[in-house]
């Protein structure tokens, strides 16, 4: 991996970019990080995430929340880019806070 994520939204762009080319490479596991960057850049732009990648807490002692999702990725587009399926991924959020508050 050269280059995932950092704080800016060009850094975001170039995270989307250099996993497009590392997959169009033959790297096959550059797709689910295309989809991370994607969700990530989306976020950063104040729109809705594509697949569902990316979660935030508004504090420490606050839950976990999927951020915002694009309603219209279904599930088989999530497979494509070897991400779970959106119950799943609501499921996993779900688990983190009950481990989390039920310590």
Not at 6 to 23: C, N, P, T
Not at 25 to 47: E, I, P, S, V
Not at 66 to 88: F, G, V, W
Request: net charge positive; with cysteine.
């Amino acid at each position: 991996m050269i280059f995932q994520h950092g704080g800016s939204i060009l850094d975001s762009v170039k995270a989307v970019r250099f996993s497009k080319i590392s997959h169009a490479l033959g790297y096959k596991k550059a797709l689910k990080f295309y989809a991370t960057c994607l969700d990530r850049l989306l976020l950063k732009r104040g729109q809705k995430q594509k697949f569902g990648t990316q979660s935030w807490k508004k504090d420490a002692k606050s839950k976990w929340k999927l951020s915002p999702i694009d309603s219209r990725t279904t599930d088989e587009e999530r497979k494509r880019y070897d991400i779970a399926p959106l119950k799943e991924l609501e499921d996993r959020i779900e688990k983190l806070n009950r481990e989390y508050f039920n310590d």
